[in-house]
């Protein structure tokens, strides 16, 4: 199975930070890496598709990078609606695996 | 409007069955392959296991902790996603939720694009 490793597992930023997230996977998954906010209670949603691709109408200060297997999430100025638990989802080889979650917490 | 919406979820007895379902409007439902991921209270999102598109042989894959006791089923013609889960363990409380895939069909921008709000599963000893 595809190990997916996510970093920070949580953080506390202020409005207006730049936030940056990681997921390193544990082989090679070329580029089949999504990214999801999730707020409580709700479905996750996605922010990126094909590890730096921007999901229709979500804002353009997300933004990922990366491939193979090192891959980041940034959010450029942090928004009050941002405030949430964000993961990485592999999806090249199954099981398909999530990163464990980052909680993005105000400061 | 694309939606997936969950239902059958509720409160079992360890051993027992449950057969949930993900209704399915708004797309082409024939063409995705179908997931179903859990999060159990307070933890983080875990797969389930999916049902491909009839195009790629209609075919399941599951996750090692639930191979065996729970099957994915589906109905095109109905639009609709089933997961049957037998031998409930209390470890299978979680919600339930299904995602579409369309990467077999439209490229890696429909995958796992859509997501249900999910339905409860309780497992009782």
């Known amino acids: 199975d595809i190990q997916m490793t996510q970093s920070p597992s949580s953080l506390s930023a202020s409005v207006g930070d730049r936030v940056t997230i990681t997921c390193r996977a544990s082989q090679g998954i070329t580029n089949d890496l999504g990214w999801y906010q999730q707020k409580p209670g709700k479905a996750p949603k996605r922010l990126i598709y094909a590890a730096s691709s921007l999901q229709s109408g979500v804002p353009s200060r997300f933004s990922g990078s990366g491939s193979g297997t090192e891959f980041t999430l940034t959010i450029s100025s942090l928004q009050p609606e941002d405030f949430a638990t964000y993961y990485c989802l592999q999806h090249n080889s199954y099981p398909w695996t999530f990163g464990q979650g980052t909680k993005v917490e105000i400061k | 409007e694309v939606q997936l919406v969950e239902s059958g979820g509720g409160l079992v007895q360890s051993g027992r069955s449950l057969r949930l379902s993900c209704t399915a409007s708004g797309f082409t439902f024939g063409d995705y392959a179908m997931n179903w991921f859990r999060q159990a209270p307070g933890k983080g999102l875990e797969w389930v296991g999916f049902?491909?598109?009839?195009?790629?042989?209609?075919?399941?894959e599951y996750a090692a902790s639930v191979k065996g006791r729970f099957t994915i089923s589906r109905d095109d013609s109905k639009g609709i996603a089933y997961l049957l889960m037998n031998s409930l363990k209390t470890e299978d409380t979680a919600v339930y939720c299904c995602s579409r895939d369309g990467s077999g069909s439209y490229g890696k921008g429909r995958a796992f694009d859509m997501w249900g709000q999910g339905t409860m599963v309780t497992v009782s000893s």
């Open positions: 049902i491909r598109s009839r195009a790629f042989g209609g075919t399941t």
